[in-house]
Nanobody, 125 residues
Framework: QVQLVESGGGLVQAGGSLRLSCAAS????????MGWFRQAPGKERDLAAC????????YYADSVKGRFTISRDNAKNTVYLQMNDLKPEDTAVYYC??????????????????WGQGTQVTVSS
């Protein structure tokens, strides 16, 4: 069984930065793609970024491209999301998710089989 634990959320002013971390238990982390999703109140859960098993390939939603960076450290079983130039519309609960496969899984929720509990990110204007 895999457990994912996010940390690093909080309250920040517009233009500020936060770095989210997601620590995974178990032995499967280094062979699986990972994704960061976000869900604002009353909205669907959307993909912000994803990364393949090695870290060599990444994908970003248009809304975060150029501001967010996803990375991973397979030795530490951890995936990160560096968020810069934050905007009020980035306010959401952020979830990390482990894909069923090693390649990029993009926004298809069905291809992710483990989810963290979420961490709140609030950006004030």
């Amino acid at each position: 069984q895999v457990q994912l634990v996010e940390s690093g959320g909080g309250l920040v002013q517009a233009g500020g930065s936060l770095r989210l971390s997601c620590a995974a238990s178990g032995r499967t982390f280094s062979s699986r793609a990972m994704g960061w999703f976000r869900q604002a109140p009353g909205k669907e859960r959307d993909l912000a970024a994803c990364i393949n098993w090695s870290g060599g390939y990444t994908y970003y939603a248009d809304s975060v491209k150029g501001r967010f960076t996803i990375s991973r450290d397979n030795a530490k079983n951890t995936v990160y999301l560096q968020m810069n130039d934050l905007k009020p519309e980035d306010t959401a609960v952020y979830y990390c998710a482990m894909a069923k496969f090693g390649g990029l899984s993009y926004s298809n929720l069905g291809t992710y089989d483990y989810w963290g509990q979420g961490t709140q990110v609030t950006v004030s204007s």
